[in-house]
């Protein structure tokens, strides 16, 4: 079992900065592919960025230029820097880890972070 826990969201101004944390543990072998989503109210969820082992990354064309997710294989954890942050940048965000367990090698598996809220307004 795996549990992920994020951390650093709250209210900022547009045009402000966050970083938003979130760290895993458990029962990790390794991990394949490290994401964050965000969703709005009313909206679908969406995917923000993500990145894998080898170090590629992929961004939503949103937040391109804005946004950069890092991993840190040590902690088991995944960040997302978030720059010049704009009013539709308000949602919950969430955590999410492809990963192989240590008991079931040979298969990934998915898990998600509880959320943390965002907001960006004046």
């Known amino acids: 079992q795996v549990q992920l826990v994020e951390s650093g969201g709250g209210l900022v101004q547009p045009g402000g900065s966050l970083r938003l944390s979130c760290a895993a543990s458990?029962?990790?072998?390794?991990?394949?592919?490290r994401a964050w989503y965000r969703q709005a109210p009313g909206k679908e969820r969406e995917l923000v960025a993500s990145?894998?082992?080898?170090?590629?990354?992929n961004y939503v064309d949103s937040v391109k230029g804005r946004f950069t997710i890092s991993g840190d294989n040590a902690e088991n954890a995944v960040y997302l820097q978030m720059n010049s942050l704009k009013p539709e940048d308000t949602a919950v965000y969430y955590c999410?880890?492809?990963?192989?367990?240590?008991?079931?090698?040979?298969?990934?598996?998915?898990?998600w972070g509880r959320g943390t809220q965002v907001t960006v307004s004046s």
């Open positions: 999410k880890l492809i990963l192989e367990q240590l008991e079931q090698r040979g298969y990934t598996f998915q898990y």
């Open positions: 458990g029962s990790i072998f390794s991990i394949k592919t």
């Open positions: 990145i894998t082992n080898g170090g590629s990354t």
